[in-house]
């Protein structure tokens, strides 16, 4: 499995900024692997959410949301229910892969990430939104005045 050690770092200057890491996951099929460019997104403005864009020719790309910490759980042990289930697996590398299976029981996708970008990776959205520290970053008056918004 191929990796880019690229992080992104966007934004204002000074300010916590949004994390991107762009990196090849492979789908699997069978015993063979299909490399996928993949995209994970975390911002500061919606700190428990990780939205992860697979990107599929000709151009079109499948997006998964997940929570921050399903997938740092997913780096250690089998974690998540329901269409997204994360699981460790040593192969691929020195730290191995997380599989991914996303979808329903009857048709879903696995999709092998690397374990070690994805751990750095994650990492990196901690020091710009500490854990436990999520809820501070929400402006909640605004969240309540537009769920009692009336249409």
Request: with cysteine; glycine share 10%.
């Amino acid at each position: 499995m191929s990796e880019s050690p690229l992080h992104k770092t966007t934004g204002p200057a000074g300010s916590p900024t949004a994390r991107s890491w762009h990196t090849t996951a492979r789908q699997l099929n069978g015993r063979f692997g299909r490399p996928v460019d993949t995209v994970f997104r975390y911002d500061p403005d919606d700190p428990w959410a990780i939205r992860a864009t697979f990107l599929l020719p000709p151009g079109g790309g499948i997006e998964w949301t997940f929570s921050r910490e399903l997938l740092r759980s997913g780096t250690r042990v089998l974690s998540g229910e329901g269409d997204i289930r994360l699981c460790p697996v040593r192969t691929g590398g020195k730290e191995g892969v997380v599989r991914m299976r996303l979808g329903p029981v009857a048709a879903f996708a696995a999709v092998d990430v690397d374990r070690a970008g994805l751990r750095s990776w994650l990492a990196e959205t901690y020091a710009v939104v500490a854990d436990g520290e999520e809820a501070s970053r929400i402006d909640w008056a605004a969240e309540s005045s537009q769920l009692f918004a009336r249409p």
